[in-house]
């Protein structure tokens, strides 16, 4: 009988794997570092599908190298690694795995909000190096209060949805700014929009969740920075060059603005020693968004049904180009 064959290029949850394997033949990336991208030209040279990460660069060089190629199966929301025009150009679907990943992307932002608002890891590591001498002092590591402030969402899709959502909890007053208007989601959640400006200028909080795009790149650079309130605090959980790190370097440290959580950076990962990781009003976490086992198994199994869809010719759960649908006529 006929079997696909199908890369993988990192490690994926063992249901996953063997969801895939009924119906094809595999080969896995067994690194922990991504395959370079020779080697991922060589791997994709024969295969009908593949599971790809965002450490993957898939660029027309590399779908010329892959003339089987039917589907790509990314293992995120972000599509930013990938040129999905190419992709459709080609006919070949590109699924993607938004959604499952919303609610504990959200968690861990609100969680930085907290942590860098209320100093939770510079205080941790002023008690672990044997600072802790009096027991309670009624002027030590004072923070911002976050109850009660204002937050300003940029990009209201799933995840900046659900980071509104938590932030209700906290009774924050909530505007947003995105490319859409979305009256009927802010009705339904006591949201307010706001101009790009006026979020920029009015917000204590702002939590960034846009998808990294050319309109996207630089989002938040050395204007956007010094329009902020010098109290406010940035959290940045889409891409890292949405952001301009030396632009935000030089807020955090001439205090333009108090604080920032980071859990993307540009460049990624951050190189030891960068001028970022010696403030102390700075949080910065590997890109950890959707680390919790449950998104990741979800996401791993989004990921291989959008791949088995689309090797058998049917349309994915979650579809980046559906524009190839009427192509492939399914
Ligand atoms: P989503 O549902 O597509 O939401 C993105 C939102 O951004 C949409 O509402 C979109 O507007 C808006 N937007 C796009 N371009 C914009 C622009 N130029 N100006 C203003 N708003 C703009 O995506 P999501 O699932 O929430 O994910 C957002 C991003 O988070 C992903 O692309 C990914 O890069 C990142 N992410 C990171 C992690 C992590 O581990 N740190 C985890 C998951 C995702 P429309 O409504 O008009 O489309």
Redesign the pocket.
């Known amino acids: 009988m006929f079997k696909p064959r199908v890369y993988i290029t990192r490690q994926i949850f063992p249901d996953a794997l063997d969801l895939i394997e009924k119906s094809a033949d595999l080969e896995l990336w067994p690194e922990d570092e991504p395959p370079s991208p020779e080697q991922l030209r060589e791997a994709m040279a024969d295969v009908d599908g593949a599971i790809i990460n965002v450490m993957d660069r898939i660029d027309a060089p590399l779908l010329d190298a892959a003339p089987k190629l039917k589907v790509l199966s990314q293992v995120?929301?972000?599509?930013?690694n990938i040129d999905v025009p190419e992709a459709t150009k080609r006919e070949i679907l590109v699924g993607y795995t938004?959604?499952v990943?919303?609610k504990s992307?959200a968690d861990?932002a609100f969680g930085l909000l907290l942590a860098v608002a209320r100093r939770v890891v510079e205080s941790d590591k002023w008690v672990r190096e044997g600072n802790w001498k009096i027991s309670h002092h009624p002027m030590f590591w004072l923070g911002s209060e976050v109850n009660g402030s204002t937050l300003g969402i940029?990009?209201?899709?799933?995840?900046?949805?659900e980071m509104a959502k938590r932030a209700q909890g906290f009774d924050m007053k909530v505007l947003y700014?995105?490319?859409?208007r979305?009256p009927e989601t802010a009705k339904e959640f006591g949201l307010k929009y706001a101009s790009?400006k006026r979020l920029l200028t009015e917000s204590d909080f702002i939590s960034i969740?846009?998808?990294?795009?050319p309109?996207?790149n630089r989002?938040i650079g050395e204007k956007e920075l010094k329009m902020m309130k010098p109290t406010a605090i940035l959290v940045n959980?889409?891409?890292g060059p949405v952001v301009d790190t030396d632009a935000l370097y030089k807020a955090l440290a001439k205090g333009w603005i108090a604080g920032a959580g980071l859990?993307?950076f540009d460049p990624e990962p951050v190189p030891a020693g960068h001028p970022v990781l010696g403030l102390d009003n700075v949080v910065v976490l590997p890109?950890?968004?959707?680390?919790s086992n449950r998104s990741r198994r979800e996401m791993h199994l989004l990921a291989a049904r959008n791949l088995l869809a689309g090797l058998n010719g049917e349309r994915l759960e979650a579809c980046a180009n559906p524009e190839v649908y009427e192509s492939l006529g399914i």
């Open positions: 995120a929301a972000g599509l930013d938004p959604g990943l919303a992307t861990l940029l990009g209201l899709g799933g995840i900046g949805l700014h995105s490319r859409t979305k790009f969740h846009v998808p990294l795009t309109e996207t989002f959980l889409s891409r859990d993307v890109h950890i968004g959707s680390a």
